[in-house]
């Protein structure tokens, strides 16, 4: 298991009513105000389960480096 399956494998579940938008998660981020408002539900560093309201982190991985994968994402 990589060091980062672990830490999310131990990291609690997140309550599903509890929405936050992108300015109140990570209001440093040059975002813009169009995306400021986005309402996030969740994160992901695996580009396959990026949806709607989920934000794609990518990763610098062993294999491959996770920002290949943005704007499939």
Do not use: C, H, W
């Not at 105000?33 to 989920?54: E, F």
């Amino acid at each position: 298991m990589t060091a980062a399956r672990k830490i999310a494998a131990e990291m609690p579940v997140a309550d599903p009513t509890d929405r936050k938008t992108l300015a109140e998660l990570a209001p440093d981020l040059a975002a813009g105000p169009a995306a400021a408002g986005l309402v996030v539900t969740g994160i992901t560093a695996d580009s396959r389960a990026a949806a709607p309201g989920v934000v794609f982190a990518g990763l610098p991985g062993v294999k491959v480096d996770g920002a290949a994968f943005a704007a499939e994402a």
